[in-house]
């Protein structure tokens, strides 16, 4: 299994990023992706969680309303587009997938918002 997050950058407040997190070695279609983030001094945090086919969605209540969670199984690939984008969001943010019974992750991508 292998995740590739990229996208991640300096943005400023209100500002907008999108993640793609590229997918391979196990059946995309068949599982639930999620993204997670991890700031300095704090808990990882689930942000969001797409059910296989796309039709359910769920998000942590920090972000709700400005992150959309989606992906394309053509392309095995799940995006988190965020926007109005806040100190707060910054953090390193992962992809996760569960296959097997096991967590996969990607390596990360740092996202910042500075003024």
């Known amino acids: 299994v292998r995740l590739v997050e990229s996208g991640g950058g300096l943005v400023q407040p209100g500002g907008s990023l999108r993640l793609p997190c590229a997918a391979s070695g196990f059946t995309f279609s068949w599982s639930d992706m999620s993204w997670y983030r991890h700031a300095p001094g704090k808990e990882r945090e689930l942000v969001a969680t797409?059910?296989?086919?796309?039709?359910?969605?769920n998000y942590a209540d920090s972000v709700k309303g400005r992150f959309t969670i989606s992906r394309d199984n053509a392309k095995n690939t799940v995006y988190l587009q965020m926007n109005s984008l806040k100190f707060e969001d910054t953090a390193v943010y992962y992809c996760?997938?569960?296959?097997?019974?096991?967590?996969?992750w990607g390596q990360g991508t740092q996202v910042t918002v500075s003024s």
């Open positions: 996760n997938a569960r296959w097997g019974g096991l967590d996969y």
């Open positions: 797409i059910s296989p086919a796309g039709r359910t969605t």
